[in-house]
């Protein structure tokens, strides 16, 4: 039976014991995630492949970004470990809870290891932490959009409330259009040469001369019958077109991200596979290898779906029974495509 070392990790640090082969601790401390106690753990767990004539068992909860650093370090060094999320912890460690601090959960987790089977955490290509980090820019950015367009969507019913039921709200076309006319006295005097002309300078997506024309026509006409709840000077007019204009900067930002993903991936399999299926474009393609990670990690099907969260919840007591249920404890991003 090997060593046995397990950490509970926390901001900028972790409480770390080591519990030989009688399972007796036989350290206990905490640790600093920088350079200097990286080095001296690495000497402490040398020191005992020396002594045992094998490598510890390594076991810590993953606890988001604070448990990057220790996972790194087990990387760089070639060690293996076992990584739980933390209801897997809970479940294993449930039976010997009563406190619950830094040092008793590191003392249950390496006691429990004696008596409970562990997956070793699977190294993962540097690729796929690449495309999980852009896949979350990229979520970040849309929920991002998505409070702009809110705040649009308000302020318009004060500026030029037609304005919305003229155009596809999602469009770049639109928000140009904001920034150019956030209120309908901008338009009321200018002629559909003018206004049409003003489109098309001020239109980065190629705009057909006849589109423009049309669109200028639609415009004219609802300034005419649009009666706002505010002048164009009012202040919500200029935080309109600003809004109008992040807005814009957020969905190129977009378009720039799924393009880096494309690049990393298109002479991947995966990319290639996922991309044949049809109704997969290029952009579910690479946000699905972004959150799924590498799949082979998972040894069927079922333990694909637990990860998503879209595995079976059943409750059935007696004759008592009700609808079944995903469990949606998984990948909540990865259960929106």
Known sequence: MQSVIAFDVSMG???MVIYNAARSCIFEGEIL?????????NKQIIDLVQKDGQVPAIVFEATGVYSRPLERFMNDHGFQYCLLNPLESKIQT???RIHTTDKSDAHRLAQTHFTTERRIKKPQDNYFDQMRALSRYYHELDEELAMFRSRMHTLLQL??????????QKSELFLNILQLFPHPDCVKN???TVVRNRLLANTDKKLAPK?????????IGAAQ???PAVDQDDIRCEQLKDYAKRSLAILRKREELIQQMVDLSKERNEYQILISIPGIGKNTAVRLIGEIGDITRFENHKQLNAYAGIDIKRF???TLFYKDKINKRGNSHLRGF
Not at 33 to 41: D, G, M, V
Not at 159 to 168: D, I
Request: charged share 25%; hydrophobic share 30%.
């Open 94 to 96: 449930a039976t010997m």
């Open 316 to 318: 059935q007591s007696g």
């Open 211 to 219: 589109t423009a024309e049309k669109k200028a026509i639609q415009l």
């Open 33 to 41: 995630h920088n350079r200097p106690h990286f080095e001296q753990l």
């Open 190 to 192: 200018l002629s559909k």
């Open 13 to 15: 640090k972790s409480y």
């Open 159 to 168: 500026t030029f409330p037609e304005m919305e039921s003229l155009f596809t």
């Open 225 to 227: 019958d649009s009666y």
